[in-house]
């Protein structure tokens, strides 16, 4: 199973599984701040042009600023990265799903 991590930052550096996982591509990295869209969209499209499928999506990505503040998009933070951030990854999965499927069967045509 290949894994793609959609993060805001590196992993750490002390942990030798994820070091030799990534050496061996089992691990590839795409980086963006969750909380803009565009720089998400960015990741969102470097993802569909360079993978073949997403066996497995998990979600870790979170927020707890101690003061309100907001999104470049102008919604607040916790909410933007918590409850929107992913249903869009949500759907951008879905939407390769069906269209890697409807791709196949044109092949099959």
Known sequence: MQVIALIRSGFPNNDSLIRESLKNNNIRVYK?????????????????????????????????????????QGREMQFEVHAVVPCIKYNFSARS?????SSKNNEYS
């Open 32 to 72: 963006a701040n969750l909380s803009d869209y565009k720089s998400l969209n960015a990741a969102l499209k470097d993802i569909k042009l360079n993978e073949e499928r997403i066996d497995v999506i998990f979600n870790n990505a979170g927020v707890m600023p101690e003061e309100i503040n907001y999104s470049r």
């Open 97 to 101: 799903l069906i269209d890697r499927a």
